[in-house]
């Protein structure tokens, strides 16, 4: 594994922002060829700590760090992520940092040119001009076989959906030449299973060229079949830094959060009462951008848990965002016996749909607000709640305590890591502002709730938190959820029935306690046997089943 | 001392020195010669008279349109109020009121049409509005001829038709609101306590405007289009509500300076007005996409402070007068800085 000296070391790093101290006298190091799992919880320190290498303005921004990194045995101080990218760091972000209205190609091939040189327009200009497409589209083609997926070399980034961006970026990454140092803030946490796999042994081969590469996931899994060494953060420092020998997931876990985690799978027979239909969806086509639906029908019954997985690209998320208005849809969708009208996010609100986003940082969060703002901002909007009246009801105010109780009480509930109510959301770690997110759904105290990828980003504990959650606010409220996730574990795990997308429709419904490779064959496109009547259900085979 | 260098970093090193600069002109004054209580008098009216005009940017800025460089529409529907209570010979307090109501359809009407073209150029907002304010001017510049008003104190003594460029509002509405409760020291020092009542009474209401659900919602559609729509609001409507209420601002506002500068200026005159709100209200310290009453209120102290006391002690002490030139560049100057340094939105 490569020579004696380390690559990379970083000595007694502390940081805080305003007096909140995230990282504590952090150290460890990196040799080349090595592959560091790096993982915490949520708001552990790990972004932050990335941030501190690849010399981000924020960190200079907000006080500076203490403590020093050392890059080939020199100390450096980056004042500019160009200069870390000059030093031959590449890092590829939580959120993107990718050019909407550019395509793959030039994502791919014109922040490489841009990292060599100067930043200047003029320069960059010409440098545009000096470069053939062709060669362009030939360089970020090999870069994209290199990962070893499918990617549209002409697609424009704002069409694409997220794993696709995701792929885009680390396609710009591993094309550079230079890196020595590779970063990835949480690669996997938009990607499916199958793309993850790709990814890690894309990685594995990049680290035997000798590039080192520090990998931050919420999937444990993937740290353990990957990593060569893990370190693990909590509140700041540095708890274990041991070589990958003998660890187990369950491990890890228990360091991240300094307790034993019990890796229980709650049993769902707790007495729910599942009604009849409460949701019906007949032939629904919605034009959402890389997650297109074409003819999808499937019943929801009330106070049930509906999963609806499938791979990236086939329209698992096309269906909550189409029936909530956000994109142009057609079909019938009926709730309560009464149609939804599509394309009318306030009406579908008003009928007491909830939706948490899967684009949390597009959609789902007014990043410059405070928390209290992004909880009770939507029940404000629609159900007029969190008001109070001036001048004997003449005008109605925000009623700010309201809003921070409401906050409050969230942030207990879920747990949330924060300085309180009045924090921006742009300042909370990526899992935390996930929580925020379905806080404010919850907040709507919706019938039918959809939440799409919930845990995408979120650590273990968080996780079992966020999921317990979900359920719980089913079983108290009888609110019915439909959950759309690339997890297929977490379905099956959550989920009274698990419908599977495959090409914009419902290729099938299976009951969580199906195998495994049912669900698999379903995915691949493939009707299996014994997928159709869902869960039991007698009209389960009336589901729509596309050929 | 790290605690005074964050609360000087989060207050702006720009207003921190502009303020320590207009502190040093006060001490300056009396030294060559230009009164203390002259110079305050001159700072008050001055910011009485263009505290509204500062105060028309904000729903614009909340609601993501930017800075509103097409106040100008609003200027000329308070113009248009103002001949319109001339013409009907209302006086006073009658004839201010009167002014503003007569203006009220105008700006509504004008801003509704204004936001709907802002709504068709999204992100282009600011360039659009400055080529709006120009035009709209240059329209009114032959409005301003052939409409039929005929009262003898503002149509051109010759020929009988047109209005005059500059009309004299003694007669009408002058110092409604300054000389209400006028506070007199002495010899020189006057405060106009009317219109900075007035002033304070236009803040609160917008104050008050954001904190009800719609201002709620104006200011989230700023901050974020996708998550307002996602929460079933009408992007378009609430921006549409923000450009409306800046036009009616924009029209209250020239009426208010015009009580307290004491003429009505038409042609050319409202052109340039929206650059000193603009600039006022960036020193203040408001961002393109985030503004605040203590923003309008800083701003314009600051602002409208430098372009008194500037031009005053610099020609006292160099014995020319070189007030335009100096009010030009410091304004524009001002302009330019800030908005290299705030347009950056961010997203
Ligand atoms: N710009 C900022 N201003 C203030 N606090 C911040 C800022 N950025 C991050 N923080 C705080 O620093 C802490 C660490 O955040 P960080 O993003 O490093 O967490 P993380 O380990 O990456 O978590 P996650 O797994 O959720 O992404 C959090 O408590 C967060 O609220
Ligand atoms: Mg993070």
């Known amino acids: 594994m490569g020579q004696d000296s380390p690559l990379l070391s970083v000595e007694h790093v502390s940081k805080d922002f305003y007096g909140n101290v995230v990282l504590e006298d952090v150290c460890f190091q990196l040799r080349a060829g090595e592959i560091l799992g790096l993982v915490g919880e949520n708001g552990a320190g790990k972004t932050t700590l990335m941030r501190i290498l690849f010399g981000m303005p924020v960190i200079a921004e907000t006080g500076g760090y203490k403590g020093g990194v050392c890059l080939d045995g020199e100390e450096v101080r980056f004042a500019s992520p160009f200069d870390a990218l000059d030093a031959g760091i590449g890092m590829v972000h939580q959120e993107f940092s990718l050019i909407p209205g550019f395509t793959t190609t030039e994502n791919i091939v014109l922040n490489r040119e841009a990292m060599r040189g100067s930043v200047l327009n003029a320069v960059f200009g010409e440098r545009m001009s000096a470069l053939d497409r062709a060669a362009m589209k030939g360089k970020a083609e090999s ?383 493939v009707s299996p046997t014994g997928a159709g009547p869902a869960g039991g259900e007698p009209d389960g085979a009336k589901e729509a089943r596309r050929a | 001392m790290p605690d005074l260098k964050q609360t000087v970093a989060e207050f702006g090193w720009p207003r921190v020195i502009i303020f320590l600069f207009l502190v040093a002109l006060f001490v300056l004054a009396p030294f060559v010669g230009v009164r203390l209580d002259d110079s305050l008098t001159n700072v008050l009216n001055r910011f009485g008279q263009n505290a509204v005009f500062v105060l028309a940017m904000v729903p614009m800025i909340q609601s993501g349109c930017g800075l509103n460089f097409g106040l100008s529409l609003g200027i000329i529907a308070g113009l248009l109020g103002g001949i319109l209570s001339g013409q009907l010979g209302l006086a006073g307090a009658a004839g201010f009121f009167g002014a503003i109501a007569l203006a009220s359809p105008f700006a509504v009407l004008l801003g509704l049409g204004y936001g709907k073209l802002l709504n068709k150029v999204k992100g282009e907002e600011m360039t659009i509005a400055m080529y709006v304010g120009f035009a709209s001017v240059m329209f009114m510049c032959i409005m301003w001829l052939v409409l039929p008003f005929s009262n003898p104190t503002m149509i051109w003594g010759y020929g009988g038709k047109g209005l005059r460029t500059t009309i004299s509002v003694e007669k009408f509405y002058r110092g409604v609101l300054n000389n209400f409760l006028m506070i007199k020291a002495g010899e020189h020092l006057r405060i106009p306590t009317g219109t900075l009542l007035f002033d304070a009474l236009c803040a609160y209401l917008m104050w008050g405007f954001l904190k009800t659900r719609t201002g709620t919602a104006v200011t989230a559609v700023g901050s974020n289009p996708d998550y307002a729509r996602a929460s079933g609001l009408s992007v378009d409507r609430m921006r549409t509500v923000s450009v409306v209420i800046s036009t009616f601002l924009g029209a209250v506002g020239i009426l208010v300076y015009q009580q307290s500068y004491g003429f009505m200026q038409l042609y050319g005159a409202p052109l340039q007005m929206p650059f000193a709100a603009v600039a006022a209200i960036l020193i203040g310290g408001a961002s393109v996409n985030k503004a605040s009453m203590l923003n309008v209120i800083l701003g314009t102290f600051l602002f409208q402070g430098l372009l008194t006391m500037t031009p005053s002690v610099i020609n006292a002490a160099l014995q020319t007068d070189m007030s335009e030139v100096v009010r030009l560049i410091v304004s524009n100057g001002i302009i330019v800085y800030a908005l290299t340094r705030k347009t950056r939105v961010a997203k």
Not at chain 1, 446 to 454: A, G, H, K, R
């Open chain 1, 143 to 525: 870069a994209i076989a290199r990962l070893g997926v499918k990617l549209d070399p002409d697609m424009l980034v704002s069409e694409m959906p997220v794993g696709h961006k995701e792929f885009t970026e680390i396609a710009r990454e591993i094309n550079r030449e230079k890196t020595k140092l590779l970063v990835l803030d949480e690669p996997t946490a938009v990607l499916t299973e199958s793309e993850a796999d790709i990814l890690l042994k894309t990685l594995r081969k990049l680290a035997d060229q000798g590039i080192a590469i520090i990998f931050i996931s919420h999937r444990l899994h993937e740290v353990v079949e990957l990593a060569d060494r893990i370190v693990v953060l909590r509140d700041g420092g540095v708890v274990k830094d041991l070589p990958n020998e003998g660890v187990s997931v369950r491990d890890i876990a228990s360091w991240m959060v300094g307790r034993s985690v019990a890796a229980d799978r709650a049993a769902s027979a707790d007495g729910r009462r599942i009604g009849d239909e409460i949701l019906k969806v007949e032939g629904l086509w919605v034009d959402m951008p890389g997650e297109p639906v074409d003819g999808a029908s499937f019943s929801v019954r009330q106070g049930e848990i509906f999963g609806i997985g499938g791979l990236a690209g086939q329209g698992k998320l096309g269906i909550p965002n189409g029936i909530m208005g956000l994109y142009p849809a057609g079909g019938e969708v009926s709730f309560r016996g009464k149609t939804v009208p599509l394309n009318a996010p306030r009406t579908a609100l008003e009928t007491g749909l909830a939706f948490v986003s899967e684009d949390r940082r597009g959609v789902g969060l007014l990043l410059d607000e405070s928390l209290e703002w992004n909880v009770s901002f939507t029940a404000m909007q629609i159900q007029g709640k969190y008001l109070k009246s001036i001048l004997g009801g003449l005008v109605r105010y925000r009623d700010e305590a309201a809003m921070r109780k409401l906050t409050q009480e969230y942030i207990e509930l879920l747990d949330i890591k924060c300085t309180g109510p009045e924090q921006k959301a742009k300042q909370l770690s990526g899992g935390n502002q996930q929580k925020i997110c379905l806080a404010k759904a919850f907040a709507l105290k919706p019938d039918l709730l959809f939440v799409s990828e919930p845990t995408r980003g979120i650590d273990v504990g968080a996780k079992k938190l966020v999921l317990d959650t979900i359920k719980r606010y089913n079983r108290d409220y009888g609110t019915t959820i439909v959950m759309v996730s690339s997890e297929l574990e977490e379905l099956r795990s959550v989920c009274d029935r698990v419908a599977i997308v495959d090409e914009g429709g419902i290729a099938g419904i299976l009951p969580p306690t199906a195998e495994p490779a049912e669900f698999g064959l379903l995915m691949s496109g």
